[in-house]
């Protein structure tokens, strides 16, 4: 039996499968520089400080649920109050306010039934989020510091959103065929338990 070459296999497999954070690398090197990167060249990255300079420990991503222990912004609340039925997530700010200072990182909570793609589009659009916020990064770190709720702190916000979104839904689909043809298996992603939390959506 070749233990080596069932070895090696199953590195393969396991190097092809999505995590949040694979994920991430993967549509960040999309966003920043148009193409999807191999499973090889993830791997290379992976516990690498990849993102940190493109925000990854400013405005971290956390796939879960809503946290008791953060606040929700008012201009932020207004994305999780427009959720409709047909929508599969949704992208909001949370921050934490400790003795260490204010730890702020943006959600995407994803709803029962959703699937690999949705998963895929919810992230893609937190990342292009993400990147709005770093354009202008000192004045929304202002922003979440001071809790400032002005009417044109939240227009701009559902400008964030909404291009974000627009974005996300313009790429998605060719991101997924390139990523498929990189070798992903793009019909599941491994994600932790508190990673797998969904929210339902109920109609009054």
Not at 107 to 122: D, F, N, T, V
Request: glycine share 6%.
């Amino acid at each position: 039996m070749d233990l080596f070459g069932i070895y090696q296999g199953l590195k393969h497999v396991h190097l092809q499968t999505l995590t949040k954070d694979r994920l991430e690398i993967i549509l960040s090197t999309w966003i920043e520089r148009g193409y999807v990167p191999s499973p090889a060249e993830v791997s290379d990255k992976e516990g690498v400080n990849f993102l940190g300079f493109k925000g990854k420990w400013s405005w971290p991503i956390r796939i879960g649920c809503l946290n008791p222990k953060d606040q929700i912004p008012k201009w932020s609340m207004k994305t999780i109050q427009c959720i409709t039925k047909e929508d599969y997530y949704f992208v909001c700010v949370e921050f934490f306010k400790g003795l260490k200072g204010t730890k702020k990182s943006i959600l995407l909570s994803i709803r029962e039934g959703a699937e690999a793609a949705h998963i895929i589009m919810g992230l893609l659009q937190a990342c292009y989020i993400r990147r709005a916020l770093l354009m202008n990064s000192s004045r929304w770190e202002i922003i979440v510091e001071e809790n400032n709720a002005s009417d044109s702190t939240m227009e701009d916000w559902s400008v964030i959103v909404e291009n974000g979104k627009r974005s996300a839904e313009r790429d998605v689909s060719n991101l997924i065929d390139q990523m498929v043809e990189m070798g992903w298996m793009v019909k599941n992603i491994l994600l932790s338990t508190q990673e797998q939390i969904r929210y339902s959506f109920v109609c009054d």
